[in-house]
């Protein structure tokens, strides 16, 4: 079996946040937000899906992911090369790979920059080589927006077509792993159907490896073949989603996915 | 006994209407499910019901409370009525309490006003309707700040409010929508608990099926707008008729799981 | 297709402004007094600073002076026209200076990290000096000026853009967009400059508007004391200085110079409040309004 080390991956990962004091005597406390969180994804293996609650650590360790803060304990490694410890160059190509699409589809895109620009943004900073112009165009076309988008604002569409923007801008330095968190909770029912097709024929197309931060278990359930479950910083369980769902073995999961509301059958 | 009788409701907003003749019924005892994708009027109807439809916004139709009739009547006249007959769980517990006042206090002013207890009195059942809703402590719980709870606790103290005057309706607008799942499950519990308890009708609106099938009898589908479908719960999850409602059912089927899945 | 994002946003704005009252008026105000400092450089009715012993302390309208002359004979009405010059330099000058100070600081305080407080603390208790303090302190040090009038109001009001300024950067660095714009890559010079600055360009300017109108009084404060413009320029501020003892005696001419500070001020103030209502809700209803665009 050949073994090549994950093109992302997170060990051990611990952070906390220093809380205001509430005395001038005693030691200062801390908010564990994230303590030994271990994970792993490559291109190729499905993806992987990070579910929990509020209060769980999730945004925590999507920054700590996409490399925008550093673990107090741990290591996020790309291509084997501890992050914290990279170069400049290494940082870029990391980011090349390495792309997020955010929850809040009204705060993602800056009201003030043309969807053109905002698509082209990572080409420009990530200095992408080719056309320019022409890839924002094709980018459009894949999430399926008119080319005539490029010349308007944000504000000027829907929840749902936003996230096909900040999709597309995503997909613009043509990563390998594609972070969402929480891409589909602030859309509409019937709009986060489509997005959320739009994700997994993506993904199967280009070959992206899908991290999907959610509460949503549905999402999860569609578009991630592993899954790792969050509670108060913590992994309470890991592994094949279909074995997860429908086998929990950890009581937090089984609390969880028992208050998922059905529809009688 | 009829409670709610909405007839013909329209709600407009410089012309244009967001509710467009809508008529419910409420009776005794009911639990009335209204559901829609966002933007099909459903939460406007039950506010604009109880006259809390934005100012800007013009209310037609005829909205009767135990027979007498609601739209028009001013704010003075219409608030007693609203606390005391009606009670309203809001979506986002953070902006409907006070964020200045301990939560015991906002409790117990209603309490005050709508059941003409006084002060002390209200304090004291303010703590029993804290107790109630489930909070542990209510004691304790009743001075603390809404900043200081968590989100599944604030919305108990909105429900512990809405259940203020006794009311004989309750009104649970996405109650449930802003909160993680677990403790949803928990809120939902509770509202089904003390609807029985008290006796109470309850229209419970909200965008998600699942949720509504879990406390709701009858169901009312809304679409821009407009009632597209109404009957017992069963019925229409099962056996739509509406285009509305079975796209609403095929979005839920697309997106959502349940353990018989996979 | 939108009409919205046809029209350039300055030239919305300002269409916008003139429809407030407020912004109409203030509008009005400025412009006369940049029309009256642009006509006093070709054109006065007599020399503002030539003295005419024979014409001392005439009434308005007598023999050809629109506003009278003051003590030493001078005309009135052209020493009014000629003081607008420096009213409309000096303000402009300093809130040029206050800008710079202003953004310049609140860049450095929100974007650094450690360094960032240390600004933040630092623009907290320079916001406590009282600018007309520092320009008696300029002044007595380098001689008074138009110059140190200019500099010190600029500092003096320049910490005060500063503190809004960092309140609403450190708000735009905290977003999702500038979030994505990290993950895509951007160095913090590109998001300060492309994301950060646009978005805070309503506040600051609203801030620098306001800053004009204080710039006037400060100017014309400094001048009153004598630690602002030397004479024989001439300003308003000064004039006043040199006609309040005779205001038992001659009221009209005092009443001038007061009218002609009080009417800059006034025109800056309005046109600040006004651009602060038109900026801020239109973007609101601008969002909420927004027309869906097919895709």
Redesign the interface.
């Known amino acids: 079996m050949e073994l090549t080390a994950p093109l992302l991956r997170a060990t051990g990962l611990d952070r906390r946040y220093r809380l205001p004091r509430t005395s001038l005597r005693g030691p200062r406390r801390y908010r564990e937000a994230l303590r030994g969180v271990d994970l792993d994804v490559s291109p190729g293996d499905g993806g992987i899906g990070i579910v929990g609650e509020s209060g769980s650590g999730k945004s925590t360790l999507v920054r700590l992911l ?1 490399a ?1 803060d550093r673990p107090d304990a741990g290591t996020v490694s790309y291509r084997d090369r501890d992050l914290a410890a990279a170069s400049a160059g290494e940082l ?1 190509a990391f ?2 790979d ?3 699409v ?3 589809p ?9 969807v053109g620009d905002i698509v082209a ?2 080409l420009v ?2 200095d992408v080589p080719g056309d320019h112009r022409a890839r924002v165009h094709e980018l459009l076309a894949a999430v ?3 080319r ?2 490029v ?3 944000p ?4 929840g749902g ?1 936003r996230q ?1 923007i ?1 999709i597309a ?1 995503a997909l ?2 043509d990563p390998r792993v594609l972070v969402g968190d929480e891409p589909l909770s602030a859309l509409d029912v019937a709009v986060r159907v489509q997005v959320m097709d739009l994700l997994g024929g993506l993904a199967a197309d280009l070959g992206l490896a899908l991290v999907l931060v959610s509460h949503d278990i549905g999402a999860v359930a569609r578009l991630c073949r592993r899954v790792v479950v969050l509670h108060e910083g913590r992994v309470v369980e890991r592994g094949e989603t279909e074995q997860v769902l429908s086998a929990p073995q950890d009581p937090y999961t089984q609390r969880l996915l028992a208050a998922v509301p059905r529809l009688p059958a | 006994m009829t409670l709610l009788e909405i007839e013909d409701l329209t709600v407009r907003f410089g012309g244009r209407a967001v509710v467009d003749g809508v008529s419910l019924t409420i009776d005794a005892g009911d639990r009335l499910g209204l559901i829609g994708a966002s933007g099909s009027g459903k939460s406007l109807t039950a506010l604009a019901a109880v006259g809390l439809a934005p100012d800007d916004a013009e209310v037609t139709g005829r909205v009767r409370l135990d027979g007498r009739d609601l739209i028009g009547l001013r704010d003075r006249e219409l608030a007693p009525l609203r606390g005391g007959r009606v009670g309203v769980v809001f979506q986002e517990p953070q902006t409907a309490l006070d964020p200045l006042m301990r939560v015991g206090r906002q409790v117990a002013g209603p309490v005050h006003r709508l059941t003409g207890l006084d002060r002390r009195a209200a304090a004291v059942r303010a703590v029993e309707l804290l107790a109630a809703v489930g909070l542990p402590d209510p004691e304790n719980m009743a001075r603390a700040y809404p900043h200081q709870m968590s989100g599944g606790q604030r919305q108990r103290v909105g429900i512990a409010i809405a259940l203020a005057g006794d009311p004989a309706l309750l009104i649970a607008d996405e109650p449930t929508t802003a909160l993680d799942v677990t403790v949803q499950a928990e809120i939902l519990a509770l509202l089904d608990r003390l609807v029985d308890e008290r006796d109470m009708a309850l229209l419970f609106i909200s965008h998600d099926l699942a949720v509504v099938a879990r406390v709701a009898r009858r169901v009312a589908v809304l679409a821009a707008g407009q009632v597209r479908e109404e009957g017992p719960l069963e019925q229409v999850l099962h056996e739509p008729t509406d285009d509305a409602t079975k796209a609403l059912l095929t979005a839920y089927r697309a997106s959502a799981w349940s353990p018989s899945w996979s | ?2 009409e ?2 046809s029209e350039s946003s300055v030239l919305r704005t300002f269409r916008a402004l003139l429809r407030e009252p407020a912004g109409l008026i203030g509008t009005v105000l400025i412009s006369l007094l940049v029309l009256c400092a642009l006509v006093s450089l070709v054109w006065t009715p007599y020399d503002p600073t030539l003295v005419d012993p024979a014409a001392v302390w005439a009434p308005p309208f007598s023999g050809g002076r629109l506003l009278g002359t003051d003590g030493s004979g001078r005309d009135l009405f052209s020493q009014l026209l000629a003081g607008a010059q420096i009213t409309t330099v000096a303000a402009v000058a300093a809130t040029v200076v206050s800008g710079i100070v202003g953004i310049g600081l609140a860049v450095l305080a929100a974007v650094g990290r450690r360094s960032g407080e240390i600004v933040a603390r630092l623009i907290d208790v320079l916001v406590a000096l009282p600018t007309l303090l520092l320009a008696m302190v300029l002044s007595a040090v380098y001689g008074g000026s138009v110059l140190t009038a200019v500099v010190a109001i600029g500092i003096g009001t320049g910490v005060n853009v500063a503190r809004v300024g960092r309140a609403e950067m450190t708000s735009a660095l905290g ?3 500038v ?9 913090t010079a ?1 998001i300060v400059r ?2 950060v600055l ?2 805070v360009a309503p506040v600051l300017l609203v801030q620098l508007s306001l800053t004009l109108a204080l710039a006037v009084l400060a100017e014309a404060a400094l001048s009153y004391l004598g630690f602002g413009t030397a004479p024989p320029t001439p300003s308003w501020g000064r004039m006043l200085q040199d006609l309040q003892v005779y205001v038992t005696v001659h009221p009209w001419a005092v009443v001038w110079p007061g009218a002609a500070i009080t009417a800059a001020v006034l025109g800056f103030s309005l046109v600040g409040d006004a651009l602060r209502d038109v900026t801020d809700p239109r ?1 609101r209803r ?2 909420a309004a ?6």
Do not use: I, K
């Open positions: 996409l925008v870029r980011r090349r390495v792309q997020v955010l929850q809040d009204f705060a993602s895109l800056d009201p003030r920059m043309r943004e990572p900073c990530l399926g927006l008119e005539a988008a010349d308007r604002y504000h000027q569409f829907s077509q096909r900040a801008r613009a330095p | 297709m939108s919205l994002a977003t999702d967009y979030l994505a714009a990290r993950t895509s890559g951007a160095s590109w492309r994301h646009p978005n973007l601008q969002a927004a027309p869906e665009v097919l895709a």
